[in-house]
T-cell receptor, first 114, second 114 residues
């Protein structure tokens, strides 16, 4: 089954404790991206990657890191989480650039930073 | 700066009625305008999309109307059903500086009463 898989789905952590949210897709997609969703603010792009070893910032990259060492994986790293990073995070992928077609989303990872 | 402005924030429609959600943009580099539908606990999923070479696109009960000169586009849901109750996001992507980016509106929460 074609899918984007995120882990963990739910996480409660404390300020400053490094964490990684993994994202994997099995569709051989070139493009991957991370979004955060907050009430009233919609979906805001954090980072995106157009191919292996190619990453770029979105609108809200502060406090986050990403890497794209393999085509299928695009982990999101919070080196020192803070309460303002409490949010619902979505990983997404598409065959090519977003303007070329459908973006497939994972089911989301709800993160709480205390 | 918000690239895509969406209204209304919430919408309540009676079963069988027409739901209309509006979006506006400024960046003329945009050339791809999708709508995503999100149910609670799920990731967004592509509903319908349009490119600026056409003024309207219809798929079943869902229609996108596009006004290039006004830089506006809207989603019309005909014969709205309780199963259409979800959050809807308009989005935009394009060329140049927007390549690799998919900008979302803030979302509209639609409730269809039976």
């Amino acid at each position: 089954e074609a899918q984007v898989t995120q882990n963990p789905r739910y996480l409660i952590t404390v300020t400053g404790k490094k964490l990684t949210v993994t994202c994997s897709q099995n569709m051989n997609h070139e493009y991957m991206s991370w979004y955060r969703q907050d009430p009233g603010l919609g979906l805001r792009q954090i980072y995106y990657s157009m191919n292996v070893e190619v990453t770029d910032k979105g609108d809200v990259p502060e406090g986050y890191k990403v890497s794209r060492k393999e085509k299928r994986n695009f982990p999101l790293i919070l080196e020192s989480p803070s309460p303002n990073q409490t949010s619902l995070y979505f990983c997404a992928s598409s065959l090519s650039l977003p303007r070329a077609g459908e973006l497939f989303f994972g089911e989301g990872s709800r993160l709480t930073v205390l | 700066q918000q690239q895509v402005k969406q209204s209304p924030q919430s919408l309540i429609v009676q079963k069988g009625g027409i739901s209309i959600i509006n979006c506006a943009y400024e960046n003329t580099a945009f050339d791809y305008f999708p709508w995503y539908q999100q149910f609670p606990g799920k990731g967004p999923a592509l509903l319908i999309a349009i490119r600026p070479d056409v003024s309207e696109k219809k798929e079943g009960r869902f229609t996108i109307s596009f006004n290039k000169s006004a830089k506006q586009f809207s989603l019309h849901i005909m014969d709205s059903q309780p199963g259409d109750s979800a959050t809807y996001f308009c989005a935009a992507s394009g060329r140049g500086s927007t390549l690799g980016r998919l900008y979302f509106g803030r979302g509209t929460q639609l409730t269809v009463w039976p």
